[in-house]
């Protein structure tokens, strides 16, 4: 009786990896065209094409806002 309570308190026994083990193994690697198409370029001109369309957006609505901002103005100064 006694050596088995000592095997309980001081044997630890890995039932997480027991329960667990074949759900570890991570997503399914997806097969699609266009997913083999980015990996296969290591996802550069992903991260290139996604800043580009930041930039572009950032550089047209300052461009916008810019116009629309000189237009204020002249009315501003017509005003006077």
Same mark, same amino acid.
């Given at each position: 009786?006694?050596?088995?309570? +000592? #095997?309980? *308190?001081?044997?630890?026994? @890995?039932?997480?990896?027991?329960?667990?083990?074949?759900?570890?193994?991570?997503?399914?690697?997806?097969?699609?065209? +266009? #997913?083999? *198409?980015?990996?296969?370029? @290591?996802?550069?001109?992903?991260?290139?094409?996604?800043?580009?369309?930041?930039?572009?957006?950032?550089?047209?609505?300052?461009?916008?806002?810019?116009?629309?901002?000189?237009?204020?103005?002249?009315?501003?100064?017509?005003?006077?």
């Amino acid at each position: 009786m006694l050596l088995f309570l +000592f #095997s309980l *308190l001081f044997v630890q026994s @890995d039932t997480l990896t027991q329960a667990y083990s074949d759900k570890w193994d991570g997503p399914m690697p997806d097969e699609s065209a +266009f #997913s083999s *198409l980015m990996s296969s370029n @290591d996802m550069i001109f992903v991260v290139l094409g996604v800043s580009l369309i930041i930039w572009f957006t950032l550089l047209g609505y300052l461009f916008i806002t810019e116009r629309k901002l000189s237009r204020l103005e002249k009315q501003f100064e017509n005003s006077k």
